[in-house]
């Protein structure tokens, strides 16, 4: 009851009702862009394709909500956004030019999304015309689509540039919802955009798994799964709030007749510190062998045909990239060296612990220690349940990396909800006797 009287409070917040309001018709709107089907396919003929081969090809369409196999305006997705941030992210480490706007504080952050938007552009460019060239390939039956019919009805330049224009508009639209759900709703837009199209999948998923039973339910099955879904949601939602407190011990000083410091606080940490970033890229990179392959690169055709299986090698590939990325984007997003140096300014120590470079290595070393758990966390989160669900044959919008974004979107969402409830002196989603998610007592 507690609960349910905490999601009674949202109602009476002004202000928490517009942004969710907002929030919900900006993902109406993507949503309805999703049906959208760009000029000149078949995307009947594409579902058929989608269904047959799934592994890559399936896994992209989860992440664009259905997008892929309609064909639609928005078939890129939110990827190149993605691609575009992280990229900006690595010239930061690299460029002494970004490096410094970084610094800048708000004009720097804003000259910093305005590339990405650039870069988002340019990538939607390239990808879309990889997109034009495959959909042209599926018209031969060696790759699938001539089985079904012709996917493209008329190829050729026109088509492609048709395409290319499309795609890359609806890349940027979808990029502009992102950014507007995130200023004026609730949550971070691109995550509940990335949300909203998992979600969607899965009536459809249940719809497949009945017709492909024939309406005869299997009871171990469905207990298996349920299970595999519970374990799955209870471990996502430990890790992503398990953190590790550095202690940290801020010195006495003296200024006139006030003493300030000399207090106690503490540093965290995550675990998962890269959060849901690692198995997006991964897939997302996963995709470039079978961009290559339209440009007929040799070798690249056999090996984005067995990623698009979505045997052993895409789960082993898949699984492998997923924890190069949370090492690498923990190392650019976490930097011990500024953190040290910004402890040795506030003249913070950690106990024990010498000041400068003696506090960048140690803080190196937990960080590393936490990005080991953490990312065989989250390469296990989204390969197991993916294999278990292709042995049991359901639909694969039931994977674990769906789970772990889905889950990990959610706590964020519900935690700016309570931010904004307990700012207004009400008391949260959890009840008067809970603080927050953690479900510690309050005192």
Not at 419 to 431: D, F, N
Request: aromatic fraction near 10%; charged fraction near 15%.
């Amino acid at each position: 009851m507690a609960v349910i009287g905490g999601f009674s409070n949202i109602t009476k917040v002004p202000e928490l009702r517009r942004r969710i309001a907002f929030s919900l018709g900006i993902l109406a709107i993507y949503r309805a862009g999703v049906f959208i089907t760009t000029p000149g396919v078949d995307r009947n003929v594409m579902k058929s394709v989608i269904s047959q081969q799934g592994g890559l090809l399936g896994l992209f369409n989860l992440f664009s909500g259905g997008a892929l196999e309609n064909l639609s305006i928005f078939a890129l997705g939110i990827m190149p956004y993605i691609s575009a941030s992280i990229i900006m992210q690595l010239l930061g480490m690299v460029s002494k030019q970004v490096e410094e706007m970084k610094k800048e504080g708000e004009a720097g952050r804003r000259k910093l999304e305005q590339y990405t938007r650039y870069g988002t552009i340019l990538l939607s460019a390239f990808q879309s015309f990889g997109v034009a060239l495959y959909l042209e390939g599926l018209n031969d039956a060696d790759m699938g689509g001539g089985n079904f019919g012709d996917v493209v009805q008329n190829s050729g330049w026109p088509f492609r540039l048709m395409t290319m224009i499309t795609l890359t508009t609806g890349t940027a639209l979808i990029m502009w919802l992102g950014e507007q759900s995130t200023e004026r709703g609730i949550g971070n837009g691109i995550s509940l955009i990335i949300f909203a199209s998992i979600v969607s999948g899965i009536p459809s998923g249940m719809g497949q798994y009945w017709s492909a039973n024939a309406g005869q339910i299997e009871p171990l099955t469905i207990a298996i799964l349920l299970a595999v879904i519970m374990t799955a949601v209870a471990m996502c939602v430990f890790f992503e709030k398990a953190q590790r407190q550095v202690p940290i011990q801020y010195a006495r000083r003296q200024v006139g007749r006030h003493i300030y410091g000399g207090r106690s606080a503490h540093l965290p940490l995550k675990v998962n510190m890269a959060s849901m970033i690692p198995p997006i890229f991964a897939s997302s990179l996963l995709l470039f062998p079978t961009t290559l392959a339209n440009f007929n690169i040799p070798g690249m055709t056999r090996f984005a045909a067995s990623l698009n299986r979505g045997d052993w090698v895409f789960h082993t590939l898949f699984g492998a990239l997923v924890i190069f990325f949370c090492f690498f984007y923990t190392a650019v997003t976490f930097q011990p060296v500024d953190v040290a140096d910004n402890l040795k300014k506030q003249q913070a120590n950690i106990p024990g612990i010498r000041p400068g470079r003696h506090t960048a290595e140690y803080l190196d070393r937990v960080l590393t220690r936490l990005t080991v758990g953490g990312s065989i966390y989250v390469a296990v989160i989204c390969v197991v349940p993916a294999v278990i669900s292709q042995a049991l044959r359901v639909p694969f919008q039931f994977g674990g990396t769906s789970l772990m974004i889905v889950v990990g979107v959610a706590l964020e969402t519900v935690s700016q909800i309570e931010a904004h409830l307990i700012t207004r002196s009400y008391e949260g989603l959890t009840g008067p006797q809970v603080t927050r998610l953690s479900g510690r007592r309050a005192t």
